[in-house]
């Protein structure tokens, strides 16, 4: 059965990637209604994002929380059923194949699983680096066999990998692209990046925006335009 559309202003995702919960919820406001999903990683969350999230939650504003998580199964285990609690949409784990085991048997009827493939600043040298034998396209495919076969709900991969990917899982896994760079903007610490429309075009299903809406002169104006060009890309 085709997944259900997804409305186009629910495929931004923007990456509130502050470093106070006071930062972020100034940026929210800024923004209004042009965003209906937000993602908290890290550096937010470490500084009680976690609060936020509930918040936001109860506005009617869709949530990921993005910690990836990749522990022993019961430390994962246990982490995502306070994840869920939160009423949160999208988690992130490693795509290894305990850890997304462990994170499926524990995500309760509303939480949907995300598995990391290969994170986006990396590159082939990078992989090489870490020790693995695979190159990035190979270990891409490895582990969104090995993330469909376990029941995880969707992929996390860049926009380079989106079109190969969909080919392999089909239409019933969520595909999230972050490294996405609108034309024109500063590329930073990532390595394979792609504009809004490409990504959709290819395949994607949602897309993560951190930098160019976050440090944008206008938020609501530069999220707006990402919107349009979703849309034109018919997303």
Known sequence: M???PIPSRDRLIV?????SVEAAEALIERIG???TFYKIGYQLGYAGGLSLAA???DRGKKLFIDFKLHDIGNTVSKGIESIAKLGATFATVHAYPQTMKAAVDARGPSLKILAVTVLTSYD???LHAAGYRLGISEMVEARALQ???LGVDGLVCSGEEVATVRGIVGPQMALVTPGIRPAGSAVGDQKRVMTPGR???SGADYLVVGRPVVDAVDPKAAAEMIVAEIVEAGG
């Open 33 to 35: 209604d042009s965003v």
């Open 2 to 4: 085709k997944p259900a």
């Open 147 to 149: 993330a469909q076969a």
């Open 55 to 57: 918040k936001l939650a």
């Open 199 to 201: 990504a959709i075009a």
């Open 15 to 19: 990456a509130l990637d502050l470093s």
């Open 124 to 126: 082939e040298d990078d």
